[in-house]
């Protein structure tokens, strides 16, 4: 009995050895892994490039979703075209009938051309980064596959890689300069509207002040799905704003030690973390990753995650600038507790609605339309950064924690949160009625 | 080898030919003439990745001859050491020397006296083995590694600081490390620990002790924040790189672990892509002020309320340095800051702040043509751009450089480190207007003889300047030698040298427009520099 222990000891051994040299020899790659390991690196690069604030972010997502998505189609015998059914794609590549493609190849291709397109202005680091992945993914990609397959394939990935890259440059948001700070800017006057909220000299004007006029993906414009307003401003103790900001400020000051945690856990500061969308992204990474999406499945819910959180920030953008509220910080400096501070940093750009609620909410319709009501997952993503992973049992449990999370660190009033995810819920639905299946 | 070889001891005497009074409401602007062309100095700091930092210049005397030279490294090229052969008040004119320092992967220097001989050692920061180069004296240096029992480890060190723990008489020095360059495909994440090389036994060091956690560090300063006598060291580190890192301070104690200061400390969560540290007690009162270099922004730091909280607030908006894009030509984009320095570029009795200026490395949304900094204080505690003005603004892609007084006139000159094109030079000519001079060296019985942890005060009517004596800090290269202090029409300073053992020796009357040697227990001791 000892004796046959000890084998299957050894057996399992083996068994963990084999599968370990076996990824470090790096097998060929499926196209769904390939894709996914494209995805890691750009979500780095979303953290560690200047311009990528979430606005941006979700941007980039969506035009990397929509280029796997239509690099895929023609290989997939389950997938239909976006092409027509998104503002301003009208027209995209097309495969060789009856000619042979590997998918592989294909998606890997059209992501090495498009984290150049999206990514170009990188740092040294992520330039050198991108590099390597190009040389270290084409050589696992093309290894066995015939070179005339790999030429074809390549050349068609790249093809749909440049077509999707010029279909994004008339959308309003392809230049992005002073790291999305404008160089001029009238900040509009008045009790309760926006002002700075930090020293930090770039930042005395507010992010992306035009994001909200962006052409959008699904939805008509960033107009569709509008927030019924914040309460009416007012200094008066017992007015609904007042109570509003006293919940942020109590709530603030008696956090418990889990308020906080999750306050921190959604943090997504740009350039301190991946930001909101990418985080969402990262969810979506883990859970196709337990679940090995095939590369249908895959690229169907990295498109629908990318078109919905672009139209929910351009939404959401649009509605900061007709509000133009003031942060909680500056409210309850003036009017409660001059010596107050939130637990996060104030974003330099209006409060109402919440922007990482809107997506939150968006990313919950999508993702829950996708894989079903109650789909439990864990979320490991703030890992790296110290922070504990989190349980939910759904994506809706999620995105209502990544929404009040925002409440918690004093940053936004309870009224931005809900109609953000209302809002973020509302302008998903477009996304989701897309027909991208046959 | 120590400028008291050449001596005329002799109790303060009026010096010759300081400037005449005058301090204006608006900060007269210094002329500095770019003599790069006829100094004789043509390294360049070269390479591609493992050199995106560094680049920092060694200033020190190591001839003995009281003018300070200069050692630059050459990142993928090899380092030179150039032995400053200016005359007093003359240009500056410097000449190459093989001294034993032409290695490649240096990314910069500090000056210190290791083993307390009287002659200056070199610690060498690297992309490899880091050394220390034992000063032999005639500026030539022989690898120490060994002898002192230096673990030089196998790292991409940016950073490094020393001092001498109480009751020492061998030097603690901590080292800052980057990125594990051996990471390609995913650097993020991937800082290497810093370490701290405390004293061993008999003359040596002990085996380096790691600074967990680390966050890429590409600044350290041994400071006494608090006034308590015994230096904490502080560390900027870039975000770029970590993750779940900030800016830290270490509590080093002797004979104790080190401790990081946290949240219950007072000490404060500050993420930027720290690269320099510059550090001044602007409004004198005790303690020093911290000017952080970064991208985009860099921040000016003082306690919230003095005391024994490292609790600090920041200033640069409010003081005019935040230094935060180009101030001449068209590109609006963002900058990148390197080195700073605080000292007095006019002689008006205000420190003025120079910031070295440069992209990374092809960064499109950062500025290409960043011009370095020459921020010149008001009598309002506020500061004003004048670089272009006064001739600085370059080209160049910077990354380390020194304020010096290559020409012994009382007139800081400078020196800049570029990436991939030649160092510059520039002489300072002086401002119209300008303001009286002192400079000063405080010594003391070895060990520690050059008083690392002191501070020298100078009053100069009813205000008081202090200048804390470190190693460390600024970007990847230091200095050591004479402390310069402006003194606006102030023709004589009271002087006094705050030991670092907490004892205080006074010079009540020292001359303006000369240089004094101070020791412990002695009078000043003033120095006529060559012809």
Redesign the interface.
Known sequence: MRGHRLAAFCVAVLLWCATSLGALAEARPAPGAILRDWYT?MN?LV?????YSPPVASRSFAYLGITAFEAAVGGSDKLVSLVGQLHGLEQLPQREAGASYDETVVISAAMSDAIVFYF??T???G???IN??QS?WRALAVEGVPEDVVVRSEAFGKAVAAAIFAWSQGDGGAT????GFP?EYELPKGDGKWVPTN????QQLPLLPQWGNNRTFATPDGATCPTPGNPSYSIEPGSDFYKEADEVYLTVKNATPEQTAIARFWSDDP??SMTPPGHWVSIALQVAERADLPLDENVDLLARMGIAMSDAFVGCWNAKFAYNLVRPITYIKKVIDPKWEPILNTPPFPEYPSGHSTVSGAMDAVMTAFFGENYAFEDKTGS????NPRQYTSFHEAAEEAGISRLYGGIHFRSAIEDGLVQGRCIAAYTIALKTRK | MRTTQKLAVALVLAGAGFAQPGLAQTPAVPVFVDETAGSGITTSYDG??FY?VGGGVAAFDCNGDSYADIALPGGASKAQLYVNTSKQGGSLTFAPEASGLELDSIGGFYPADIDSDGITDLLVLRVGENLVMRGLGACKFERANEAWGFDGGDAWTASAALTFEHGSSWPTIAVGNY?DRNE??????SCTDNWLHRPGEGGRFAPPLPLKPSFCALSMLFTDWDKSGTPSLRVSND???Y??GQEQMWRILPGEAPKLMTLADGWKVL?IWGMGIASYDLDSDGYPEYFLTS???NKLQTLAAPGPKPDYK?V???RGV?A??PYTGDD???STAWHAQFDDVNNDGLVDLFVAKGN???????AMHDPNNLLLQGADGKFVEVGDKAGIANNGNSRGAALVDFNMDGLLDLVVVNRRTGAQVWRNTGAEGGGNWIELEARQPAPNEDAIGGWIEVKRGDATMRRELTVGGGHAGGQLGWVHFGLGDATMASVAVVWPDGTRSEWPDLAAGGFYVLERDKPAASLSPRD
């Open positions: 690196l780095e953290r560690h490039t200047a311009t170009g202005n740092g040294p680091t330039q050198r980064a390597r992945a270290k992005v300069l002073n790291m160089y020293l930090i000299r770039q350039m301190l790296p950064d110290g922070r | 591609d990745w995106i990125i390609d495909l995913s650097p993020w994440g975000r770029e790189y993750e779940g993420r991208m985009a922004d920041d640069a908006y409010a935040t935060h894009r609006l984009r963002p990374v490395d092809q960064m499109p949304d950062f």
